[in-house]
Each structure stands twice: as C-alpha cells, then as structure tokens.
C-alpha cells in the first residue's frame, strides 16, 4: 500500500535561522583571524534584540555588533515596520571563555589524539531518492524557499509584498518499493506586506482575503513552475494537476521574523539534516567548531553515506558515530542498510570496513574535510547536506585587526565524492 511522507523547510529570514546565521558568521570571523579558535556561540533573536552567549578561546578580537547586524541586514531586516531592523536592533554579548575543564580534555600534544570535544551520536544519511542523495520531499522544501528568496532579492517586481520570514512543507506519496508517485500537498507560508487595507469600501476581512488570493496565486503561477524547472525530468513528472496547496493557511502573515516569533540557534536540526529521513543525535551544528563532533561527526557521516551510495554499496544507508567527550576514537560506528545493501555481507562487517577506511578521530576529520576554515556561515540555511562544493573567496575586515585578511575556502567538502573508488575496490565493485 502506498504511504505519504512528508517534509519541512524554513527561509533564512525565519527567527531560527537568524540566529543560525549570526551564530555561524561569529564562528567564520573567528576561524578567519585564527583557524584554533574554540566556538560554541548560541543566539537569541526576538523583537528588537539580539542576544549573543556562549564560549569562545580565540585569539582575535571579534566585533560581535557589526556581525550580528551585517548579517540581519543580508538576510533582508532592513525595515522598521519589521520590529527588528539591522541598524537599530539591540545587540547583547554575554560570550565568556571556554571551559578549562573542556579545554583539558580537547587539547593534546599530539594533535591527531584530540579528545571528541562532547559525548554523543552523530548521523549521516543518503538515498539514491535524488542526484544529490537527499530525500525528496526534503529537496523541494528548500527549493522552494530558495526560489522565493531570489525572488524576494533580485526580482522584486515579480511579488513586491514578500517579506524575509518564510517555511514550507511538501508532502509525497510513496509505493510499497520507497519510490516516489506524485507530490500530493504542498504548504507555503510566507510574511508579507499588508498591500491590501481596509477603506471605507472594503472591510479588513475583505482586504485580508484579496491578499490571500493574490499570494497563493503568485505561488501557484509563479514560484511553482521556477522551481519545478529546477529539477529533471523524472521529478517534473511529480508536479502534477492535482497538489494540494496551503498557502498563509491561517489568512495573514503580516507580522513575522524575530518580532512574531522569538529564535533560537540550533532549533531547526531536522530541516538542517534529512527533513525526519535518517536520524538525528540531538546536538545543533551552528555555532560550534569542528572540534565539536556534534558538527565535525555529522558531516563525516554523511560523507561516508554518501560515498557508500554512490559506489553501489547500497541504495540507502544511514551511519551512526558516537563519541565520549576528551576521548579521540569513536565509541562505536553502526550501519543500517535498511535491506537495501548490494553487497553480499552483514551491516556490521560494512561498518568493519568504513572504520579501516576513514580515520574518524576529531582531528582527521577537521583535516580530512578542510574544518578549520571560515566555512560555515553558507551552511546555516537550506540545509547542511545536499549542496554543491565550491571553492570561494573571502574577504574578512575589523577595525581590530592590522591587515584585511582574504581566506580561499572550499566550502561542503563532505558532499564530496572522493572515496567511491576506494570503496569499490575495499568492497569489490
């Protein structure tokens, strides 16, 4: 019988992925001006005010303000009528310095037995569902918001009334075998402008009507076919006559952002991994540095798993590392193919295998996958997994420091596919 499942994704301008950004572009600053540098920066964002904790070792000087607010600004809080402006916001520090009892059991002389900076597990997950083996139903989730992002940006006249905070939802019907039939539901929500009012004609009821109609509309005839057109032809063909479509279900959405709702970083974990496929260990990624493996662990994982899918190992696996905090090797790596494997043995001799092909200590992963890098701000929305590596530039000024320091950093490195021939042949593929 077929099932129905679905996923969530939310746009940088919601109150959550405010502070994601602030708290990963705080973390970029740091690992610009000194690549040891030990984060763990959390932010709140509500009407008005930005509040910045957490602990920081570092050897720069970071101005917190200007980050904060030259990130609010990019994301598009550059209105008063927002309740929550750039320019005008409050912004409150209450970062101190990381723990020594942490510390103590991080560092090491030899680097290559730095101690897991937490205990915990990490998941990495891959399907062969889409080209970039992430789930579907996921995927078109952040297109969706991607594309209203662009519009919002860089094509203005298109749908002027957008505003930055935006979700989405998508759900798919699946067959008995996981393979996707059509998209039956999608649900939009977007914060708009009130360009419709009350006069002495029309009712507020009747303006706030004539505004939802004119949205979903636009979604409709607009943003849909952008961002089917994304996508090949085989999933074009789920687009079809019959979606359900929600669009600002409860009639308005005026007020929004860190005024309609207060955010928090690290409140949006499952939009940043599979939308609910796979796992999830519970532990945030924005904020923190590689030495903490709730970020580094979660990338290698999903680097495994992807490599393991696209070598032919299996059509869906799901990889789980744990860790104990100051302890350099993994306390366990556990794989689960779902009856889907290739292969003519067990999971766990799968898992024997990957641990024989990728050093999983903290630090072999930071050099592995290129961590110590101001990497990490283009991750805090859309998604940490399913995009394109890169390499870019990066310009990086304070007022605090000397010199302007420019950084080229190659950014998702763990989307690499750069061990499916070393796994076809420890495999035999």
Request: overall charge negative; proline content about 5%; hydrophobic content about 35%.
């Given at each position: 019988?077929?099932?129905?499942?679905?996923?969530?994704?939310?746009?940088?301008?919601?109150?959550?992925?405010?502070?994601?950004?602030?708290?990963?572009?705080?973390?970029?600053?740091?690992?610009?001006?000194?690549?040891?540098?030990?984060?763990?920066?959390?932010?709140?964002?509500?009407?008005?005010?930005?509040?910045?904790?957490?602990?920081?070792?570092?050897?720069?000087?970071?101005?917190?303000?200007?980050?904060?607010?030259?990130?609010?600004?990019?994301?598009?809080?550059?209105?008063?009528?927002?309740?929550?402006?750039?320019?005008?916001?409050?912004?409150?520090?209450?970062?101190?310095?990381?723990?020594?009892?942490?510390?103590?059991?991080?560092?090491r002389?030899?680097?290559?037995?730095?101690?897991?900076?937490?205990?915990?597990?990490?998941?990495?997950?891959?399907?062969?569902?889409?080209?970039?083996?992430?789930?579907?139903?996921?995927?078109?989730?952040?297109?969706?918001?991607?594309?209203?992002?662009?519009?919002?940006?860089?094509?203005?006249?298109?749908?002027?009334?957008?505003?930055?905070?935006?979700?989405?939802?998508?759900?798919?019907?699946y067959d008995d075998n996981g393979m996707p039939l059509r998209i039956d539901t999608i649900v939009m929500s977007t914060q708009h402008d009130e360009f419709f009012t009350a006069n002495n004609n029309v009712t507020q009821e009747v303006a706030d009507q004539k505004m939802g109609v004119k949205i979903k509309e636009d979604i409709i005839k607009i943003l849909i076919p952008r961002v089917k057109a994304r996508f090949p032809s085989i999933i074009q063909t789920l687009f079809n006559d019959h979606i359900i479509y929600h669009v600002n279900p409860t009639g308005k959405f005026v007020i929004g952002g860190p005024h309609g709702d207060t955010g928090l970083t690290g409140r949006k974990i499952i939009v940043d991994s599979y939308g609910g496929k796979g796992a999830h260990g519970g532990g945030a990624f924005s904020g923190?540095?590689?030495?903490?493996?709730?970020?580094?662990?979660?990338?290698?994982?999903r680097h495994i798993a992807k490599n393991l899918v696209a070598a032919g190992v299996a059509d869906e696996v799901l990889v789980q590392i744990s860790y104990a905090i100051g302890v350099a090797r993994p306390t366990s790596v556990f794989v689960n193919t779902f009856n889907r494997s290739n292969v003519r043995i067990s999971d766990g001799e799968i898992s024997q295998k990957i641990q024989l092909l990728f050093d999983l200590?903290?630090?072999?992963?930071?050099?592995?996958?290129?961590?110590?890098?101001?990497?990490?701000?283009?991750?805090?929305?859309?998604?940490?997994?399913?995009?394109?590596?890169?390499?870019?530039?990066?310009?990086?000024?304070?007022?605090?420091?000397?010199?302007?320091?420019v950084q080229v950093v190659e950014l998702f490195t763990w989307e690499k596919l750069d061990y499916v021939e070393k796994i076809k042949e420890v495999f035999g593929l």
């Open positions: 019988m077929s099932y129905l499942f679905t996923s969530e994704s939310v746009s940088e301008g919601h109150p959550d992925k405010v502070a994601d950004q602030i708290s990963d572009a705080l973390l970029d600053e740091f690992l610009a001006y000194d690549e040891n540098s030990k984060v763990a920066c959390e932010t709140l964002v509500t009407t008005g005010q930005v509040i910045l904790a957490g602990e920081v070792k570092s050897s720069a000087y970071v101005d917190v303000q200007e980050v904060a607010r030259r990130v609010i600004e990019q994301i598009g809080y550059t209105k008063s009528e927002y309740q929550f402006e750039a320019k005008s916001c409050g912004v409150l520090s209450a970062i101190h310095e990381q723990s020594g009892d942490i510390n103590r059991g991080v560092e002389a030899d680097p290559y037995e730095q101690g897991a900076g937490d205990q915990g597990m990490m998941f990495g997950y891959a399907t062969k569902e889409t080209g970039n083996y992430m789930p579907l139903a996921l995927e078109i989730s952040h297109a969706l918001l991607e594309e209203l992002a662009a519009i919002r940006k860089n094509e203005i006249a298109l749908m002027p009334y957008l505003r930055p905070d935006s979700k989405s939802q998508v759900t798919i019907e923190k540095d590689p030495s903490k493996v709730d970020r580094s662990a979660a990338y290698a994982a200590r903290p630090k072999a992963i930071e050099e592995r996958l290129k961590l110590r890098h101001p990497i990490y701000f283009e991750t805090a929305s859309y998604g940490h997994f399913g995009r394109e590596p890169r390499v870019v530039t990066k310009l990086y000024q304070s007022r605090y420091m000397p010199e302007p320091v």
